[in-house]
């Protein structure tokens, strides 16, 4: 079940109206004293219905979460949609300059902060979920990837797990090499990275620091999960074939799986 409700958002612009997507398993009715690990994801138009997704493609991803009866709930907001870059201001944790965007202002932080603070309670309040950090995951692709990155390591207090799909860490990659050096991670925090082929000419520099990234996080002594996707593209239809190896990497080992 995917309920989709409309929710105001206080962006750098102003209140916004937003769609928020929950995913429910489909027992979650049936089996009231069950509760659930929660996945929060970004973009949240493009991971559920063709007919939102911003190029006409979702994700898809309750159709394989139904399909396999996995125990968990998705919670995905909508992201701004402004023709001035407004999200990838939104979704970029630090400022960065680049011949394609220009001077973009980091707001990763504001999001990360509606995202702790109004997003998580409303749905520990309004679900039956597990609300703390082992059960609590975050997700999402391009800059949402980054996005993900950046939550599991500066608010690891917060996610024990992420899954970055083709994360465009190049975009400010000096400052989350820092960021990982610096930063301290449980024990069991867990990353899920990946990177197509037909992506790592498109960006450059984009595969030399998906592999640099990715030994600092070994550095750091954090379970990772490290793809090369043989054809993988930076698109929805690709990220979609990748659902059945993050989310067993979100679940592995948890009690709830």
């Known amino acids: ?12 612009t102003g209140d916004e109206e937003r769609k928020l997507y929950i ?3 489909p027992e979650y009715d049936s089996n009231p004293d069950r509760r659930y690990p929660v996945l929060y994801m970004f973009d949240g138009h493009n991971v559920f219905f063709d007919t939102h997704a911003t190029y006409g493609k ?5 159709d394989y979460l139904d399909r396999t009866g996995t125990p968990l709930i998705v919670a995905a907001l ?11 201001s939104e979704y970029s944790p630090y400022r960065f300059s680049d011949e394609t965007f220009g001077t973009v202002i980091g707001r990763g932080d504001e999001t990360m902060q509606y995202f702790l603070h109004e997003l998580k309670p409303r749905i520990d309040r309004t679900y ?6 082992e059960h609590t995951f975050i997700a999402g692709s391009s800059m949402g990837g980054l996005m993900s990155l950046y939550a599991v390591l500066h608010y ?6 992420c899954a970055a799909l083709s994360p465009s860490i190049f975009l400010c990659y000096k400052k989350m090499q820092t960021l990982i050096r610096t930063c301290r991670t449980a024990p069991d925090t867990t990353i899920y990275m990946d990177l197509g082929t037909e992506e790592m000419t498109m960006e450059g520099g984009s595969a030399n620091a998906f592999a640099n990234f990715g030994k600092l996080i070994i550095n750091k002594d954090i379970a990772l999960t490290q793809r090369v996707i043989a054809g993988g593209r930076h698109c929805e239809a690709s990220w979609e ?3 059945p190896i993050f989310i067993n990497v979100l679940l592995y080992e948890n009690p709830q799986y």
């Open 156 to 161: 690891n207090a917060y996610f024990s797990r």
């Open 23 to 25: 995913y429910l398993p």
């Open 128 to 133: 039956r979920t597990h609300p703390d950090r």
């Open 78 to 88: 909508e992201c701004h949609h402004g023709p001035n870059g407004e999200r990838i």
């Open 241 to 243: 074939k990748q659902i």
């Open 1 to 12: 079940m995917i309920i989709t409700e409309k929710i105001l958002y206080p962006a750098f």
């Open 58 to 62: 979702s994700w898809g991803l309750g």
